[in-house]
Every structure is written in structure tokens, then in C-alpha cells.
């Protein structure tokens, strides 16, 4: 916990700006070289494995193996995105998510169903510190691909490893185990998510003239979809 | 005699001309809204239509060509793409770069619509953004959580036309700007091995 206040200097001291619509990449060089790394490591080995995974344990109906895995490690996530909320000055998703957070790891036997979305028809609201950062006025910094982990920012860096350590902390709530198996699982469904939005990783990541800029632009968009924040509008008649 | 102070008159005169002014706009207005949900009713039923056919994938592209031909602002798309560029290029080439990249965009997304087979869309409503309309709409595909798609529409070309595919806040016609800068930069800055490339890509 001690490394927490470092981390955030670390992260945010140095946050660059850029006009809107465009993306603050001061660290280019380095992120191409990694982003080299990820590009092998995906064809390498995330794209077979994940292949190998999509099929696995799917039953005829209800949720596959993989699906399971995915839901017990979002369960855990949520009080997490609870706390979250809250900082946000935003108690209506709070709330919404305390309640998943209540059926699903009840009725959902730990999380395995995500029942508040099938019965109750309360879908998960995604958040993160990186969120709560935004609220708070801190801007995105500068873009940031990282070994593994791939696209980021500097304000998502920091959201990611407070959030780590917030999930960690549940250790307090649920057993410390328990709370570790919902990382590995969170880690593992990420891999799950290769396998079935492979087509559009391929198309991105294997297929287009220059991928490290495909997928800036990709995740900076997606991002600010996210957080409502108004990104550029392309305009062609303005001229 | 009073006399009305000139600043006033001419303030009164103003706000007239203004108030006439958009009275006029909002039937337009209104009317172009509603033609830009129609175009994209028009659009989902026939690219619908076409990937339900059966029909196989390398005979779908000529038809999600005709569709993308008739309904989108091809021209405005390719400007908008090929940036700056655009400008110092003659008109043979122009309409070249343009040929090519309809088919390309057709070649490109045509693939990923084999995803809609089976699946709906629903078209909602259009509200007014800079010199265009927006139309939301959301893309319910099997096993998957719902997308949604907003379409840019736009008249000013003399028909009603969308130039724009945002999906989950991913802008198409920024991606392809993006794409095909890298392509150009590739090439050297030569357009017509562009061309040569696009002919090929997608």
C-alpha cells in the first residue's frame, strides 16, 4: 500500500495534454517497441490458446465454461466499482451494482450466474478509477501500450493499479484466496475475450497497414465512449 | 415626432429576419431528420436482406457495393479519408482513389457483416450534430451484447447520405483516415500505388 501515493505521482505528474481529438503520444518510440512484443506474443501464443479455449466446456445451452469463469471474476470486481462509484459523487450506479453484487454471488452460487442480468435485468455499469480520476478533473495523459496488458494511458495506468489494490483489499471482505481466484479468472476470461472478439483482434492487430496506430486510435475512442467524454467529430462539410 | 433609436431598430430588424429564418429552417429541419431515419431504415433492410440471402460471402461484396454506392456519400468519405491529399489530386484520380476505396469499404465491412446474419437492428431517432443529423440505432447480434450504431447523415451532397459508421464510439471514417495515411505513407506519399493497393486490401 505504501507504493500507492508513488504510483499515482508517478502516473500523473507528468500528464501530457493534446488538443482534442488528438492523442498525446510522447512515448512513441517505446510503445512501438513494445507493442512489437504484443503483436508476436498474440500470434504466438494468446491467439492459439484462446482459439483452443472459445470451444471448450460449451454446453448446448446456458452459460460455457468460459462464460463462468468470466462472471465469478466480474462478481468479485464489483464492490470495487461500488467504492468507485461513490468517490464519483454517482450513487445510483452504486447502488445498482451492490445489488448485482448481492444476487449474483447468492442466487449465482458465487458469482458462476449472473443472474441480475438474465432475471433482473440489471446489466453490469462498468467503471474504474480510471473513471474516477476523470471525474476529478484529472485528464488522460499521455497514451501508453504496455507489456501483456496493451493499450493504456497514463490516468488508466494509475486507475488500473488502484484498482488492483482495491480488489485486493477485499481480501478483508471475502477470504484472500477467493479474492486471488477472481484475478486469475478476471486474467483468464480476458482471454476468453480474444477468443471471441478474435476476428476483430485479427483484423485490427494482424491485417491493417499500421496496427500500433489502429489501435491508439481504437482505444482512445473506446475510451471516451466510456466516459462520455466528446472525442473528435469529423465533420466533411464544414470546409 | 419619436424617433426610434437606430441600435434598437436595428436590433428589432435583426431578431425579425432571425425569428423568419428559423421558422423557415425547422420544417426543413424536421423533414431532414426524418428522411435520415428513413435512409438508414432503407439501409439496415437491404444489407439485412443481402447477408439472410444465403447467398456466398465473395458474391455478397458486389451487392454490399451497390448498397454502399446508392446510399453513402461516397465522395465526402474518400475526401475526408484521403485528408489534405485529397486536394492536390486531379480529378481522374480522384475519381480512381474514390473507386477504389468503395470497393474496399465494401470488401472490408462486408466480411464482418457475415456477424448480422440472423441478428436485428433497431433504428431510433435522429437529432442534429454540427452540419448533420446523427441517427442512433442498436445492433442486437446473436450471443453477443447488444452494439450500438450511430449513423451520420448528411444532404449537403444534394441527396440524403450517410458518411459515417460510429460503432460504440468508434468512428469508421476515422479509422480508414488513419488507415489509409499508413498505407500512403508506405507508398511514399505515390496516390496511384494507393490505388494499386486498395484494389487489392480489404
Known amino acids: ?239 | 415626432m419619436t424617433r426610434i433609436p437606430n441600435s434598437t431598430r436595428r436590433d428589432f430588424l435583426g431578431r425579425g429576419v432571425l425569428a423568419v429564418a428559423v421558422l423557415a429552417a425547422l420544417p426543413a429541419g424536421a423533414q431532414t431528420g426524418n428522411q435520415a431515419v428513413a435512409l438508414v431504415r432503407a439501409t439496415v433492410d437491404e444489407v439485412l436482406a443481402t447477408v439472410n440471402s444465403g447467398r456466398p460471402p465473395a458474391q455478397m461484396y458486389p451487392a454490399f457495393q451497390s448498397i454502399f454506392n446508392r446510399r453513402a456519400d461516397i465522395d465526402a468519405m474518400a475526401r475526408a479519408a484521403l485528408g489534405p491529399t485529397a486536394r492536390q489530386l486531379g480529378a481522374q484520380d480522384f475519381a480512381a482513389f474514390r473507386q477504389a476505396m468503395s470497393g474496399y469499404v465494401a470488401r472490408k465491412y462486408g466480411k464482418r457483416f457475415q456477424e448480422f446474419l440472423g441478428g436485428r437492428i433497431e433504428v431510433g431517432a435522429a437529432r442534429q450534430l454540427k452540419s448533420f443529423w446523427s441517427v442512433d440505432s442498436t445492433a442486437y447480434l446473436r450471443g453477443q451484447t447488444p452494439t450500438r450504431v450511430e449513423w451520420h447523415v448528411s444532404d449537403r451532397s444534394g441527396q440524403v447520405r450517410f458518411f459515417n459508421l460510429i460503432i460504440e464510439g468508434v468512428s469508421m471514417l476515422a479509422s480508414e483516415r488513419e488507415e489509409i495515411a499508413a498505407m500512403l505513407a508506405r507508398r511514399r506519399g505515390d496516390v496511384r500505388a494507393l490505388i494499386a493497393d486498395l484494389q487489392r486490401a480489404g
Not at chain 1, 499515482?8 to 512489437?36: K, T, W, Y
Request: glycine share 10%; charged share 20%; hydrophobic share 40%.
Open chain 1, 1 to 239: 500500500m505504501r507504493a500507492f501515493p508513488i504510483v499515482l505521482f508517478l502516473g500523473l505528474a507528468g500528464c501530457a495534454s493534446a488538443p482534442p481529438g488528438e492523442i498525446a503520444d510522447p512515448f512513441e518510440p517505446m510503445n512501438r517497441q513494445v507493442h512489437g512484443f504484443n503483436k508476436s506474443l498474440d500470434a504466438a501464443v494468446l491467439r492459439p490458446v484462446s482459439q483452443a479455449l472459445a470451444g471448450v466446456g460449451q454446453p448446448a445451452e446456458g452459460p460455457g465454461a468460459m462464460e463462468m469463469v468470466g462472471n465469478f471474476g466480474s462478481n468479485l470486481a464489483l464492490p470495487g466499482k461500488v467504492v468507485n462509484s461513490l468517490l464519483q459523487g454517482r450513487p445510483e450506479p452504486a447502488s445498482h451494482n451492490m445489488f448485482r453484487f448481492l444476487v449474483n454471488s447468492t442466487l449465482g452460487i458465487g458469482g458462476l450466474f449472473d443472474l441480475a442480468t438474465e432475471d433482473f435485468n440489471l446489466p453490469e455499469v462498468d467503471t474504474g478509477f480510471a473513471e474516477t480520476l476523470h471525474v476529478w478533473g484529472f485528464p488522460a495523459g499521455a497514451y501508453l501500450e504496455l507489456p501483456v496488458l496493451g493499450p493504456s494511458t497514463q490516468r488508466d495506468l494509475v486507475g488500473t493499479v488502484v484498482d488492483v489494490l482495491l480488489l485486493d483489499s477485499m481480501g478483508n471482505v471475502v477470504h484472500r484466496d477467493v479474492a486471488r481466484a477472481g484475478l486469475a479468472a478476471r486474467l483468464l476470461s480476458k482471454a476468453g475475450d480474444r477468443g471471441q472478439f478474435g476476428s476483430t483482434v485479427d483484423s485490427v492487430l494482424h491485417e491493417s497497414a499500421d496496427s500500433y496506430a489502429q489501435m491508439r486510435l481504437l482505444y482512445i475512442q473506446r475510451r471516451q465512449y466510456e466516459m462520455k467524454e466528446q472525442g473528435e467529430v469529423i465533420d466533411p462539410y464544414s470546409e
